[in-house]
């Protein structure tokens, strides 16, 4: 005994020892490797169970119990029988004997040693193991030790780790299936025993003349007078011990739920019990207690009770989140719906004491959390399967949520809601459009309450109505976590422009999405709710004009007084979001529905005309204020708002112009002349950017979406014109030039609406366009004669500069007409055939100046995407081969290896140039696949085929995928007549080397860590399959299927990539169903034969349990299987002590 007693204060003073703070991490590792050796050897269990049962050192007792943990779950298999009994008889005795005096976390941790055990040997071995759980539960001593035990149970058994083999994890979630019912039976009866004893004793409070709470709604959700007389009883008041009983017992029903199916186990008694529980969340007079006491316990108790609301509700929410319901428990559930808003309606009652935000705000925030949970849950999984019932009272439902989300104490709090609302508003809409018969039956029903919804969503996002709330939003800074993800380059732009907003605009973006989606349902009352309060605002702003002053520095809007610019800030504050819910109805005008509501639109976009005119005109962005800190930005802001406002109207001009516009051409024409009366005097480098750039857009939309035919002869465009080309002019920050540019492109390029051809006048446009794009390019031409001499540091600079501007207008320019005529693209390319020319000129010059190279590759791709067929064969030609003679192997280990992610920039474009030309169909580009192949294979493959990053692989393999699947008969050459005498095609094969290489480096890209890359080439695989039947090629067949197959099921057994598993499976089976004989007779046998750790018989096993079966579920089925089972066979192995004899 001695030894272990000397053991033991050895490790108390070592343990203390490595927790000090003076000791080093030398001396921590060196303690560490000693208690590890300690732990590894045969029989130190023994120890620690002496450890375990005479220290009170709490690192002691845990590094014990760590010991076991280890021995249990990786050493058991070769631990003897009669130490195996005498562990599972030592542990519980221990756990029973000092379960009271434990720290809490070294008991939670000896409890799930034992069920470790559990999990091992219950039931052969360890038969009594869940009897002792339920007995513990059962006698009062020991119920709350129980309930633990039986949460880590369900923790652990129900769905556990892949330390075990499959058959395993079967027997043990079936060995639960059967305690399910005792389990809940015991669990029910726990609850309703405290629950009954305490409310015995609730003293029942005098009536107060707020206290008939079951009034008519309430008997209407809940259909029986009982039901709601017994949640109206008054919520005990529970002892410390019952409080910590129930905490558990709820804790055990909410990971239950989280795994057992839905069935008549789940009682209604136990059901009613819950929410019984529930109600301690929403009952605010518990606070009101603790707070009037004052005592810090009882202010915990408080909290505790609180807890046990939250508890409760996740036990609700466990099972709503269920979204198969057998038809035996469809009744349950309403009585849980029911019941749940019987505690809505509790939640949000008004009495003379409180309002309901201050009731809401006096409730705990994750109750409050829970409950909005509840709700989306109901509204997205069961309304569709409620709302049939007659007895439930949808609309009395959504009023309740109404108040609920309107008096949320918090703006997270209210998002939440109003995405529940977007759920509603979503179903409604597909439910209407799959039931067009009663479209207005249903849309009656629910009309009340979306027009108070939509008029309320508005409310809230003006600062008459709400200023104390939008005031405390934020819009300066940018979402934080959004900004860190934006900062490690992590997001990708498209989602950019959603996620880069401040507080403020995410709120506005949120309601108006609302706003928009009440409009497709009730277009009529939305506008008719909309427009007044827009046109309110607009008073104000048009009314400004009266109190503009000229002094001696130019206009002075004459409003001084504190009160009065505070007003005038709030009123244009809710003017710019209105004009921005206008904008977003603009797409519920056009289309079917164009005729129905011209006159509302027509409104509409002519007082947006005026706006914009009467803002440009009296220059109200350069005008000096009180408050210049705040009015200032607020005047631009509007004015950029009004111009965005009438962009989004530009497709409602657009049909106005080909439907009407014949009969009342003059309307029309005075709508476009005015507005680009407006946007003129705005395109000047002296206007601030954020209203520059709404000017131009708009400007782009007339040019491309609406296309009048007299925009060109307009003075004020003609201006425009004439400001570009003027060489002299101060030039435009370069985004607002690349708008202006494109926008006169289109006016000369895009084909007028409603005109024949023979009225398009293209030689006229066609010479304009010419001379607007020499004027444009003028010095960007002139760089030809001066590119090869060498160029001082100063003088690049500029060229670089000459270079970017103008590359970056033309590109924008190609791309916008892409998609258009053939005649567009003519024009386009005739204008630009010289800059061309002169580009292709210069690229040797820069060819080692990464940053130019990018911009010109580029535009040369987007010339590749646009307009390759008016650029014709020999110069495309032309173009590739001055580029294959450019990116030399050296100059392509230059750009990827030395000039960082420019550099591979500019290879990613190269070889995206080569994916548009390998697509092409037809045979004007084959001559050019032998050197894009050899480039690929040979030059630049080997420099990045070693390389961890992910940069150029990506574009690397997607031009591998198109050489593939856009020239098949490059390497296949099948004739018809062929495969119909043969019934199968075995074709020639040509160029095998190179399909081979292709092939070698898809399967090397498996082996790799990247999963993006991984989860792009398996998809390519498997595309090559499904359009040319890649798998049923002899060559794959013969000489590589077996060796995919291989390299995806040890991606599977070391979980490199496991959130590619389902796709990893169904291509392991699309490639083993081309020859299932194959695999079963000698894949399968030589894989199991070539996998190390595991001994003969335990490869028996595995081949015998993967079944032969061909369907796709039972294969992918078998494969999770063999894997699961592989792991785990060669876990238990590693863990065996030297010298083990297996049997």
């Given at each position: 005994?001695?030894?272990?007693?000397?053991?033991?204060?050895?490790?108390?003073?070592?343990?203390?020892?490595?927790?000090?703070?003076?000791?080093?991490?030398?001396?921590?590792?060196?303690?560490?490797?000693?208690?590890?050796?300690?732990?590894?050897?045969?029989?130190?269990?023994?120890?620690?169970?002496?450890?375990?049962?005479?220290?009170?050192?709490?690192?002691?007792?845990?590094?014990?119990?760590?010991?076991?943990?280890?021995?249990i779950?990786?050493?058991?298999?070769?631990?003897?029988?009669?130490?195996?009994?005498?562990?599972?008889?030592?542990?519980?005795?221990?756990?029973?004997?000092?379960?009271?005096?434990?720290?809490?976390?070294?008991?939670?941790k000896?409890?799930?040693?034992?069920?470790?055990?559990?999990?091992?040997?219950?039931?052969?071995?360890?038969?009594?193991?869940?009897?002792?759980i339920?007995?513990?539960?059962?006698?009062?001593?020991?119920?709350?030790?129980?309930?633990?035990?039986?949460?880590?149970t369900?923790?652990?058994?129900?769905?556990?780790?892949?330390?075990?083999?499959?058959?395993?994890?079967?027997?043990?979630?079936?060995?639960?299936?059967?305690?399910?019912?005792?389990?809940?039976?015991?669990?029910?009866?726990?609850?309703?025993?405290?629950?009954?004893?305490?409310?015995?004793?609730?003293?029942?409070?005098?009536?107060?003349?707020?206290?008939?709470?079951?009034?008519?709604?309430?008997?209407?959700?809940?259909?029986?007078?009982?039901?709601?007389?017994?949640?109206?009883?008054?919520?005990?008041?529970?002892?410390?011990?019952?409080?910590?009983?129930?905490?558990?017992?709820?804790?055990?029903?909410?990971?239950?739920?989280?795994?057992?199916?839905?069935?008549?186990?789940?009682?209604?008694?136990?059901?009613?019990t819950i929410?019984?529980?529930?109600?301690?969340?929403?009952?605010?007079?518990?606070?009101?207690?603790?707070?009037?006491n004052?005592?810090?316990?009882?202010?915990?108790?408080?909290?505790?009770?609180?807890?046990?609301?939250?508890?409760?509700?996740?036990?609700?929410?466990?099972?709503?989140?269920?979204?198969c319901?057998?038809?035996?428990?469809?009744?349950?559930?309403?009585?849980?719906?029911?019941?749940?808003?019987y505690?809505?309606?509790?939640?949000?009652?008004?009495?003379?004491?409180?309002?309901?935000?201050?009731?809401?705000?006096?409730?705990?925030?994750?109750?409050?959390?829970?409950?909005?949970?509840?709700?989306?849950?109901?509204?997205?999984?069961?309304?569709?399967?409620?709302?049939s019932?007659?007895?439930?009272?949808?609309?009395?439902?959504?009023?309740?949520?109404?108040?609920?989300?309107?008096?949320?104490?918090?703006?997270?709090?209210?998002?939440?809601?109003l995405?529940i609302?977007?759920?509603?508003?979503?179903?409604?809409?597909?439910?209407?459009?799959?039931?067009?018969?009663?479209?207005e039956?249903?849309?009656?029903?629910?009309?009340?309450?979306?027009?108070?919804?939509?008029?309320?969503?508005?409310?809230?996002?003006?600062?008459?109505?709400?200023?104390?709330q939008?005031?405390?939003?934020?819009?300066?800074?940018?979402?934080?976590?959004?900004?860190?993800?934006?900062?490690?380059?992590?997001?990708?732009?498209?989602?950019?422009?959603?996620?880069?907003?401040?507080?403020?605009?995410?709120?506005?973006?949120?309601?108006l999405e609302?706003?928009?989606?009440?409009?497709?349902?009730?277009?009529?009352?939305?506008f008719s709710?909309?427009?007044?309060?827009?046109?309110?605002?607009?008073?104000?702003?048009?009314?400004?004009?009266?109190?503009?002053?000229?002094?001696?520095?130019?206009?002075?809007?004459?409003?001084?007084?504190?009160?009065?610019?505070?007003?005038?800030?709030?009123?244009?504050?809710?003017?710019?979001?209105?004009?921005?819910?206008?904008?977003?109805?603009?797409?519920?005008?056009?289309?079917?529905?164009?005729?129905?509501?011209?006159?509302d639109?027509?409104?509409?976009?002519?007082?947006?005309?005026?706006?914009?005119?009467?803002?440009?005109?009296?220059?109200?962005?350069?005008?000096?204020?009180?408050?210049?800190?705040?009015?200032?930005?607020?005047?631009?802001?509007v004015?950029?708002?009004?111009?965005?406002?009438?962009?989004?109207?530009?497709?409602?001009?657009?049909?106005f112009?080909?439907?009407?516009?014949?009969?009342?051409?003059?309307?029309?024409i005075?709508?476009?002349?005015?507005?680009?009366?407006?946007?003129?005097?705005?395109?000047?480098?002296?206007?601030?950017?954020?209203?520059l750039?709404?000017?131009?857009?708009?400007?782009?939309?007339?040019?491309?979406?609406?296309?009048?035919?007299?925009?060109?002869?307009?003075?004020?465009?003609?201006?425009?014109?004439?400001?570009?080309?003027?060489?002299?002019?101060?030039?435009?920050p370069?985004?607002?030039?690349?708008?202006?540019?494109?926008?006169?492109?289109?006016?000369?390029?895009?084909?007028?609406p409603?005109?024949?051809?023979?009225?398009?006048?293209?030689?006229?446009?066609?010479?304009?366009?010419?001379?607007?794009?020499?004027?444009?390019?003028?010095?960007?031409?002139?760089?030809?004669?001066?590119?090869?001499?060498?160029?001082?540091?100063?003088?690049?600079?500029d060229?670089?500069?000459?270079?970017?501007?103008?590359?970056?207008?033309?590109?924008?320019?190609?791309?916008?007409?892409?998609?258009?005529?053939?005649?567009?693209?003519?024009?386009?390319?005739?204008?630009?055939?010289?800059?061309?020319?002169?580009?292709?000129?210069?690229?040797?010059?820069?060819?080692?100046?990464?940053?130019?190279?990018?911009?010109?590759?580029?535009?040369?791709?987007?010339?590749?995407?646009?307009?390759?067929v008016?650029?014709?064969?020999?110069?495309?030609?032309?173009?590739?081969?001055?580029?294959?003679?450019?990116?030399?192997?050296?100059?392509?280990?230059?750009?990827?290896?030395?000039?960082?992610?420019t550099?591979?920039?500019?290879?990613?474009?190269?070889?995206?140039?080569?994916?548009?030309?390998?697509?092409?169909?037809?045979q004007?580009?084959?001559?050019?696949?032998?050197s894009?192949?050899?480039?690929?294979?040979?030059?630049?493959?080997?420099?990045?085929?070693?390389?961890?990053?992910?940069?150029?692989?990506?574009?690397l393999?997607?031009?591998l995928?198109?050489?593939?699947?856009?020239?098949?008969?490059?390497?296949?050459?099948?004739?018809?007549?062929?495969?119909?005498?043969?019934?199968?095609?075995?074709?020639?094969?040509?160029?095998?080397?190179?399909?081979?290489?292709?092939?070698?480096?898809?399967?090397?890209?498996?082996?790799?860590?990247?999963?993006?890359?991984f989860?792009q080439?398996?998809?390519?695989?498997?595309?090559?399959?499904?359009?040319?039947?890649?798998?049923?090629?002899?060559?794959?067949?013969?000489?590589?299927?077996?060796?995919?197959?291989n390299?995806?099921?040890?991606?599977?057994?070391?979980?490199?990539?496991?959130?590619?598993?389902?796709?990893?499976?169904?291509?392991?089976?699309?490639?083993?169903?081309?020859?299932?004989?194959?695999?079963?007779?000698?894949?399968?046998p030589?894989?199991?034969?070539?996998?190390?750790?595991?001994?003969?018989?335990?490869?028996?096993?595995?081949?015998r349990?993967?079944?032969?079966?061909?369907?796709?579920?039972?294969?992918t089925?078998?494969?999770?299987r063999?894997?699961?089972?592989?792991?785990?066979?060669?876990?238990?192995?590693?863990?065996?002590?030297?010298?083990?004899?297996?049997?």
């Open positions: 005994m001695a030894s272990e007693e000397a053991s033991l204060r050895a490790l108390e003073s070592l343990m203390t020892e490595f927790f000090h703070n003076c000791t080093t991490n030398e001396r921590k590792r060196e303690i560490e490797e000693l208690l590890n050796n300690f732990a590894q050897q045969i029989g130190a269990w023994r120890f620690c169970l002496y450890f375990l049962s005479s220290t009170r050192n709490d690192y002691v007792m845990m590094y014990s119990l760590t010991v076991f943990e280890n021995l779950n990786k050493m058991w298999l070769g631990v003897p029988s009669q130490d195996k009994m005498e562990i599972r008889s030592c542990l519980p005795k221990l756990l029973l004997a000092h379960h009271k005096t434990l720290p809490y976390f070294i008991r939670n000896l409890c799930k040693v034992i069920v470790d055990i559990g999990r091992q040997d219950w039931p052969m071995f360890y038969h009594d193991f869940f009897t002792n339920l007995q513990l539960i059962q006698s009062p001593v020991t119920t709350p030790l129980g309930l633990i035990m039986l949460k880590t369900s923790e652990e058994l129900a769905c556990p780790r892949e330390d075990l083999s499959v058959a395993r994890k079967e027997e043990l979630r079936k060995l639960l299936l059967d305690q399910v019912q005792t389990v809940l039976g015991l669990l029910t009866g726990i609850l309703e025993s405290i629950w009954d004893k305490h409310s015995a004793t609730a003293a029942t409070p005098p009536p107060s003349p707020t206290s008939g709470e079951s009034g008519d709604l309430l008997s209407s959700l809940l259909q029986s007078p009982s039901a709601a007389k017994l949640l109206n009883q008054p919520i005990p008041i529970l002892d410390t011990e019952s409080e910590c009983i129930c905490s558990l017992a709820l804790e055990c029903l909410a990971h239950l739920f989280s795994w057992i199916p839905l069935s008549t186990s789940i009682t209604p008694s136990l059901l009613t929410f019984h529980f529930a109600r301690f969340g929403c009952d605010t007079r518990v606070r009101k207690m603790s707070s009037v004052g005592s810090s316990q009882n202010s915990v108790l408080g909290q505790e009770r609180g807890r046990l609301g939250v508890l409760a509700m996740s036990c609700i929410n466990e099972l709503m989140s269920k979204n319901v057998p038809m035996e428990f469809e009744e349950y559930l309403l009585r849980m719906f029911q019941q749940t808003f505690l809505l309606q509790k939640i949000t009652k008004e009495n003379n004491a409180h309002t309901v935000k201050s009731r809401l705000e006096e409730l705990d925030e994750s109750y409050i959390e829970k409950f909005t949970d509840f709700l989306r849950l109901f509204v997205s999984v069961h309304l569709r399967r409620i709302e019932y007659s007895q439930f009272p949808v609309v009395e439902f959504l009023a309740l949520l109404f108040k609920y989300t309107f008096h949320q104490p918090t703006h997270e709090g209210y998002f939440s809601c995405d609302w977007t759920l509603f508003l979503d179903y409604l809409t597909s439910k209407i459009k799959s039931r067009l018969a009663d479209k039956a249903v849309l009656n029903r629910y009309e009340d309450a979306l027009v108070l919804l939509l008029t309320e969503v508005l409310n809230r996002i003006q600062f008459r109505y709400n200023q104390a939008l005031e405390e939003l934020d819009d300066e800074t940018l979402d934080d976590d959004v900004r860190s993800r934006v900062e490690q380059g992590q997001l990708q732009v498209q989602i950019l422009t959603l996620a880069l907003q401040t507080e403020w605009q995410r709120y506005l973006r949120q309601s609302v706003v928009a989606k009440v409009m497709e349902l009730l277009p009529t009352h939305a709710t909309l427009f007044p309060v827009l046109q309110d605002n607009l008073e104000v702003y048009l009314g400004l004009q009266q109190f503009v002053v000229t002094s001696g520095t130019g206009h002075r809007l004459n409003i001084t007084a504190e009160n009065d610019c505070r007003r005038l800030h709030c009123s244009l504050r809710d003017l710019s979001s209105l004009l921005q819910a206008v904008g977003r109805l603009a797409e519920y005008f056009i289309g079917d529905v164009f005729a129905a509501r011209f006159n639109a027509l409104t509409v976009v002519e007082r947006l005309v005026k706006v914009t005119l009467y803002g440009s005109q009296i220059k109200l962005y350069n005008i000096e204020t009180a408050v210049p800190s705040v009015l200032k930005p607020d005047l631009i802001d004015h950029a708002q009004s111009l965005a406002a009438l962009q989004a109207y530009a497709h409602w001009l657009a049909q112009y080909s439907e009407v516009h014949r009969q009342n051409p003059e309307q029309f005075s709508l476009v002349s005015t507005t680009l009366e407006a946007i003129t005097p705005l395109i000047s480098s002296k206007v601030q950017e954020k209203l750039l709404s000017a131009c857009h708009l400007l782009v939309s007339l040019a491309t979406t609406v296309r009048p035919v007299f925009l060109i002869s307009i003075p004020a465009v003609q201006k425009v014109f004439n400001r570009i080309t003027d060489t002299s002019a101060q030039q435009l370069d985004k607002a030039q690349v708008l202006v540019c494109r926008a006169l492109s289109n006016v000369l390029l895009l084909p007028w409603n005109l024949p051809e023979s009225e398009q006048q293209w030689a006229v446009r066609s010479t304009n366009h010419a001379s607007l794009i020499s004027a444009l390019t003028r010095e960007y031409r002139q760089l030809k004669s001066n590119a090869i001499l060498p160029q001082r540091k100063v003088q690049l600079e060229t670089k500069v000459i270079i970017h501007q103008t590359l970056s207008v033309l590109e924008d320019i190609v791309e916008s007409i892409s998609g258009e005529s053939t005649k567009s693209r003519q024009i386009c390319y005739q204008s630009l055939q010289e800059s061309v020319q002169v580009s292709l000129a210069l690229f040797p010059a820069f060819i080692h100046q990464s940053d130019v190279t990018d911009e010109m590759l580029s535009f040369f791709l987007t010339l590749f995407q646009g307009l390759r008016q650029m014709g064969v020999p110069f495309t030609e032309q173009i590739i081969q001055t580029f294959l003679n450019m990116f030399t192997r050296e100059q392509l280990a230059e750009s990827i290896l030395h000039e960082g992610s550099g591979c920039r500019v290879v990613e474009k190269f070889l995206k140039i080569l994916q548009v030309v390998v697509q092409e169909p037809g004007v580009f084959k001559p050019f696949l032998p894009v192949i050899s480039l690929c294979m040979e030059q630049v493959y080997p420099i990045i085929a070693e390389r961890s990053s992910p940069d150029v692989k990506a574009e393999f997607e031009l995928f198109r050489v593939l699947h856009h020239n098949w008969r490059y390497f296949f050459k099948s004739s018809v007549l062929a495969s119909v005498q043969r019934g199968v095609a075995e074709e020639q094969m040509e160029n095998e080397a190179q399909f081979s290489a292709i092939m070698q480096a898809f399967g090397q890209s498996f082996l790799q860590p990247d999963i993006h890359l989860k080439n398996l998809f390519y695989l498997e595309t090559l399959n499904t359009k040319q039947k890649l798998y049923h090629k002899k060559i794959f067949r013969t000489t590589m299927l077996f060796q995919f197959v390299v995806l099921l040890q991606v599977l057994v070391h979980k490199s990539h496991d959130l590619l598993q389902e796709e990893i499976g169904i291509a392991t089976y699309n490639m083993a169903s081309v020859d299932f004989d194959g695999f079963y007779s000698a894949f399968l030589e894989f199991l034969a070539s996998c190390d750790g595991v001994d003969s018989n335990q490869k028996n096993v595995l081949g349990n993967f079944k032969m079966d061909r369907d796709l579920p039972s294969f089925q078998n494969v999770h063999l894997v699961n089972d592989l792991r785990y066979y060669r876990l238990c192995n590693d863990s065996l002590p030297p010298g083990t004899v297996k049997l």
